[in-house]
């Protein structure tokens, strides 16, 4: 599965690329987070990702690596881990990029491909691809707001 997004900012682009690096802010944005660490700083992570899908709730050990990155506009992240309660794989692959758009702030696109394996799966693409569109938005607008509302509060 594959999907597309994009937000726009109303702050520089360098700010919110620093926000994306802020793990302690990170984890707040990504929707079910309950806990994240650097392993290798720039390089790997570690969180652990519940979330409901269907009758299905999911407990997700994430392993996240940068695959790439070039400050402050692209940024791609494979996280993979397994559930095993639910004998459930998942890999996700998010390629960020960003827009400078100068007083119009920045633009945010960012394209996910999701791969799921096992018991999750059998729930259907419709319904594991409505969930998983759920949760981008969801991403995007909580990054959004957090951004948005920093940059308010910095101008007063």
């Not at 998010?94 to 096992?118: A, K, V």
Request: with cysteine; hydrophobic share 40%.
């Amino acid at each position: 599965m594959e999907f597309h997004e994009v937000v726009t900012i109303l702050a520089p682009s360098q700010r919110v690329w620093d926000f994306l690096w802020d793990i302690e802010q990170m984890i707040t944005c990504i929707p079910g987070c309950e806990t994240a660490q650097v392993v290798e700083i720039g390089k790997r992570y570690k969180a652990v990702v519940g979330q409901k899908v269907g009758p299905f709730t999911l407990k997700l050990p994430l392993e996240i690596i940068i695959k790439e990155r070039k400050a402050p506009q692209h940024l791609v992240v494979v996280a993979s881990g397994r559930d095993n309660r639910v004998s459930t794989n998942v890999t996700i692959e998010l390629e960020l990029h960003l827009t400078d758009r100068g007083s119009e702030g920045t633009e945010m696109t960012f394209t996910t491909r999701m791969n799921i394996l096992g018991k999750l799966a059998t729930l259907g693409h419709g319904l594991i691809q409505r969930k998983a569109k759920e949760v981008i938005a969801q991403f995007a607008r909580t990054i959004k707001q957090h951004l948005e509302e920093g940059e308010h509060l910095a101008a007063v």
